[in-house]
């Protein structure tokens, strides 16, 4: 295990009227190298988002615009950690974000959904009193094959995306 000690590398991305969170674990190695969310070419996450919202992800400012419009804010539970590859299972010497004071700036936020069983699990055990709205969805990464990106849309569209 690597154990230089990684702080996140860039802010959350939310807007004053932001209606859902979703939390990722912490960025991949791509994701530090594009200092940007789910940057890495094969993840499904923004193919998902577009599919659901019709939005073009073509560049950066198409990303921010398409979670603007439709009221998603972006952040990762991890603040800090150590770890030798991208997998959340490689991920040690956890420190997390402070979800809680974020949610007390931004009280429009009603839902949190997690893009990982990591997310989830570090979320339920630092803030799991906090009464909120929350919602596990499949992971959006290529590493996730057991379903299939059509089923990971329906199932974003159905539990997470707010409807315009």
Not at 37 to 63: C, E, M, V
Not at 64 to 92: H, P
Request: hydrophobic share 35%; aromatic share 12%; proline share 5%.
């Amino acid at each position: 295990m690597n154990n230089e000690i990684l702080e996140h590398p860039f802010e959350p991305i939310i807007f004053n009227d932001s209606e859902i969170l979703i939390l990722g674990s912490f960025p991949s190695i791509d994701s530090f190298d594009k200092s940007f969310y789910y940057a890495h070419p094969r993840n499904q996450f923004w193919k998902i988002l577009s599919n659901i919202t019709g939005y073009p992800i073509n560049n950066r400012d198409q990303k921010i615009w398409l979670l603007k419009r439709s009221k998603i804010a972006l952040w990762d539970m991890v603040s800090s950690c150590s770890r030798d590859n991208s997998l959340d299972s490689s991920l040690e010497n956890i420190e997390v974000n402070d979800i809680s004071s974020l949610l007390d700036r931004y009280p429009t936020i009603n839902k949190i959904a997690f893009t990982g069983r990591l997310a989830e699990k570090l979320y339920e055990i630092n803030f799991g009193y906090l009464d909120i709205d929350r919602v596990y969805l499949p992971s959006p990464s290529s590493a996730y094959a057991k379903m299939s990106l059509e089923k990971k849309i329906v199932i974003y569209k159905d539990k997470a995306i707010p409807r315009e």
